[in-house]
T-cell receptor
Framework: GESVGLHLPTLSVQEGDNSIINCAYSNSASDYFIWYKQESGKGPQFIIDIRSNMDKRQGQRVTVLLNKTVKHLSLQIAATQPGDSAVYFCAENLFNNQGGKLIFGQGTELSVKP | ETGVTQTPRHLVMGMTNKKSLKCEQHLGHNAMYWYKQSAKKPLELMFVYNFKEQTENNSVPSRFSPECPNSSHLFLHLHTLQPEDSALYLC?????????????FGDGTRLSIL
């Protein structure tokens, strides 16, 4: 069905370690994917995106990997910092005749231990 | 600093009240969205506007009434709400429809129905 799911609802990492947040999507026709970060009391903040014609994209300390074969998306955060503690959402763009519709996952809560 | 501003940040209302949520974006975008975010659930798309025209109503009850007077402003008029409508209401905007473009979110209005 139309859903984007996450493998783990919570993730706890030590400061300085790398974090990997996973996401499974169900629509083979989805052609664009986005990761958002949501801190307590704030709205979702755009982190990085990737189109389906790519399998990897890097930003500042973040990397998104896309595996279309198994419909899997991951967000890697290098040298995780306390300020990275938040809920992370993936979203897939389900293309329709109006341009598309974002379907969001439930979110993974990342907790960084000092 | 977000380019999407929502007011009020918090709202408590009775089931018989009428209130409105306001969203303003300063990004020069043409598409605007209302989402509902409930605890432990993915973001639920409610309405989509593109160039002031409503392009999607995601089966939202009529007690929620959107209004988009121009591409920079979006309102959500509320009347006769139910306790299950208590949630965080998020506004977002994008350059045009979502295709290959991230949506940018405000910090939301936390709505509590008594």
């Amino acid at each position: 069905g139309e859903s984007v799911g996450l493998h783990l609802p919570t993730l706890s990492v030590q400061e300085g370690d790398n974090s990997i947040i996973n996401c499974a999507y169900s629509n083979s026709a989805s052609d664009y994917f986005i990761w958002y970060k949501q801190e307590s009391g704030k709205g979702p903040q755009f982190i990085i995106d990737i189109r389906s014609n790519m399998d990897k994209r890097q930003g500042q300390r973040v990397t998104v990997l896309l595996n279309k074969t198994v419909k899997h998306l991951s967000l890697q955060i290098a040298a995780t910092q306390p300020g990275d503690s938040a809920v992370y959402f993936c979203a897939e763009n389900l293309f329709n005749n109006q341009g598309g519709k974002l379907i969001f996952g439930q979110g993974t809560e990342l907790s960084v231990k000092p | 600093e977000t380019g999407v501003t929502q007011t009020p940040r918090h709202l408590v209302m009775g089931m018989t009240n009428k209130k409105s949520l306001k969203c303003e974006q300063h990004l020069g975008h043409n598409a605007m969205y209302w989402y509902k975010q409930s605890a432990k659930k993915p973001l639920e798309l409610m309405f989509v506007y593109n160039f002031k025209e409503q392009t999607e109503n995601n089966s939202v009850p009529s007690r929620f009434s959107p209004e988009c007077p121009n591409s920079s402003h979006l309102f959500l008029h509320l009347h006769t709400l139910q306790p299950e409508d208590s949630a965080l209401y998020l506004c977002a905007s994008s350059q045009d429809l979502p295709s290959y473009q991230p949506q940018h979110f405000g910090d939301g209005t936390r709505l509590s129905i008594l």
